[in-house]
């Protein structure tokens, strides 16, 4: 069984471009949430998807969009980069759907930078 | 005011010492975490929370649900506990995280 999986690790972008991140979820997870962690901070919450539909969204702005994928890998798009969007960018896997809470499993996270 | 407040946010301990770290929250919830993040970022879930206790090794991790506060604690601490400990909660869907507490253990 292979565990959450995210890439890259490290990324550089400059304001105004548009990044893409990747997850791979858990064997048998459907459930995919992300969040963002700035440095010393505890991690936000951006949105989360069950089976390919967004299930609940964080206070994060359009231009932080998702997508899931019908293997449950997700995608997070970030556009019009902001120099605030450097962070850490973590995705979590869960096979418990979205009524019942449930322990998240977490991948490595992406490292973002913005210049 | 956040939604889970932990205490303390730094903390400094001799390798051996008992150690505890403290967590309250304001809202309504299902399950309380606790978290485990090295350097570099990876996060490890260490217990979810309900009512009671639980213990896995030298960790133990309690919750008061009339009071809205969790306890972790780490018996016989050592240096691999080095790492930012950190409390969430859920109510339905979504992870609301605390700021962590950063425990360094010195041998």
């Known amino acids: 069984e292979t565990g959450v999986t995210q890439s890259p690790t490290h990324l550089i972008k400059t304001r105004g471009q548009q990044v893409t991140l990747r997850c791979s979820s858990q064997?048998?997870?459907?459930?995919v949430s992300w969040y963002q962690q700035a440095l010393g901070q505890g991690p936000q919450f951006i949105f989360q998807?069950?089976?390919?539909?967004?299930?609940g969204r964080g206070n994060f702005p359009p231009r932080f969009s998702g997508l899931q994928f019908p293997n449950y890998s997700s995608e997070l798009n970030v556009n019009a980069l902001e120099l605030d969007d450097s962070a850490l960018y973590l995705c979590?896997?869960?096979?418990?759907?979205?009524?019942?809470?449930?322990?998240?499993?977490f991948g490595p996270g992406t490292r973002l930078t913005v210049l | 005011k956040n939604e889970v407040e932990q205490s303390p946010q730094n903390l400094t301990a001799q390798e051996g010492e008992f150690i505890t770290i403290n967590c309250s929250y304001s809202?309504?919830?299902?399950?309380l975490h606790w978290l485990q993040q090295h350097p570099g970022g990876g996060i490890v879930s260490l217990f979810m929370?309900?009512?009671g206790k639980k213990k896995h090794g030298r960790l133990i991790a309690t919750i008061n649900i009339q009071e809205k506060h969790s306890s972790l604690h780490i018996t016989a601490s050592h240096p691999r506990d080095s790492a930012v400990y950190i409390c969430?909660?859920?109510?339905?869907?979504?992870?609301?995280f605390g700021t962590g507490t950063r425990l360094k253990v010195l041998a």
């Open positions: 979590a896997s869960s096979s418990s759907g979205i009524k019942v809470p449930d322990t998240q499993y």
């Open positions: 064997s048998g997870h459907n459930t």
């Open positions: 998807y069950y089976r390919e539909e967004e299930n």
């Open positions: 809202v309504g919830i299902s399950a």
């Open positions: 929370l309900s009512s």
């Open positions: 969430a909660v859920t109510g339905t869907y979504k992870y609301i």
